[in-house]
């Protein structure tokens, strides 16, 4: 029996109403199915648990649910206080979101990395939330746990698998091995006993994954196929369970066409002025060329991060644009070996339920020593100077982490604590960027403004990937031209993206997010705030994460 989640710390006393029991049971419920969702916003009585993933438990988990949203609906809303009705419209897709990838994605029938995406162990090695020994034993149940994960995962795949999936899921599993080896390492530090007791449950699980790996590239490699698509349908609901988006999504689609020729038009601009004898698409080529020439070493690449951490701080504060809750602290690390098939760079940030502390960890992927030096020498040009400022500020400074900080301290009832909007999280970062740009950052330099363009053409693609590739019948290389053309990436890096929208449709959260904010601040900054960029930030971000579709509600008063 898990202890009532109403008195964990950060939830703010919301006046009594009928659906403060049917909240609790949602919650708790939603957590039985993703125990690592919970560890991530700080909530550590859920430490060590792996989901049950087998069909018994989750048809059980889904007729629950649709029990829950049979209470839930039964709740009066016209009896409940201000602001619950929106917790009760949050508490719905709580549901209806993970149902729908049980039963209309099956993503578990069809996509192996929902057994290996649960094999991560980072969160109890990053934080001193707890002492080391009941860190080691949490990781040592996880990883006791593996070897029936995977063997969930063998009797419930279906046969013929779509070939990204496949590909994607080898890569993915090929890395926990040596992320299981870290664990050890991390708990012999601490104590030979406690290496020990790592050591002695590693051995299976790394067998399990291997022999999983195997079979993914062996048997289900030779009969995958090339479907993968949702279908419009069921793109249209992924809207709503996901984001409370009722708009269709060819709307969703003129919105992110429409950013995209904005800012070609002046990254077009801006090549001309500097290379005005050139055509539009040569000139575009030699500044692009300019920036990714001016990067750092391999050696210099973290070093080089944690400096520009500091520089977007003192950049924000200077600029008074949005509040900095203190104590703030974020330290540098290289990406996990796990972690680093998906990811160039990334922040952990404390969970809203945290004990740990409030500081945060910005992960940057760095170069591999096996690497050849052509393939060392293409990362760190992706990685230029200019980049990854761009991405600091993403993930750090006013972004992610700046965010998370604000989510942490609001008050909030639990649902808005546990609730987290992808597009409500990465559109606040990807309009960091944007935000960063016109309030000075770079004044003089038009390289910061062209890394920030191009990183915004790359989340516009994504955006209209995902709806062609899962709407429109797109093949990959159909995907894979669009980044090429119009986010000017070269092929290998291009085909990665293209890759990442066939399992990974909401990737149109980037530039989704970001538009719906510019949209409230057109309507709500002149009025409401007086225009005070500061004041509407604040207010925003106090939110917590809702979802987008949402926003006018919470501007207008409907759901504060």
Known sequence: MNPPLRTAGGVSAAAASEL?????????????????????????????????LSRAATDRWANTAHDLLGQLRSVPRDRLPPGRHLDA?????LLESPLFDLEEGRDLERNPMSYIGPISLTPYMIREYAPAAARVDAMVRAISAVPELLATGRRRLESRLPDPFVRLAVAMGSAIPSHLQEAEEFARRRSAALGDRVRDVRAPAEAAVTEFVERLKTEYAARAVPEFALGPAKYQKLLWVREGIESPYSEVLAAGQADLDRNQRRLTEIARAAHPALPAAEAVSRVLESLYQNHPTAAGLVPFAQQLVSEAREFVAGRDLVTIPQPDTCRVEETPVYGRALSTASMNPPGPFDVGGDEGIYFVTPVDPAWTPERQEQWLRAMNNEMLRNITVHEVYPGHYLQFLHFRHAAGTLTRKVYLSSSFAEGWAHYAEQLAIESGLGAGRPDAEIAQLHDALLRDCRLIASIGLHTQGWTIAQATELF????????????????????????????LGKLAILEARRKHLPGRFHGSLKGFHDTLLGFGCPPIGMLDALFEGRGA
Do not use: K, S
């Open 20 to 52: 403060d029991p049917v909240e609790e049971r949602i919650v708790q419920h939603l957590f039985e199915l993703q125990p690592g969702y919970a560890v991530f916003l700080g909530l550590h009585q859920y430490d060590g648990r792996m989901p049950d």
């Open 484 to 511: 090429q053309r119009e986010a000017h990436f070269e092929a290998l890096p291009a085909e990665r993206e293209a890759i990442r929208g066939t399992f990974n449709p909401e990737y149109f959260c980037y530039t």
């Open 89 to 93: 419209n949050l508490l719905q897709l």
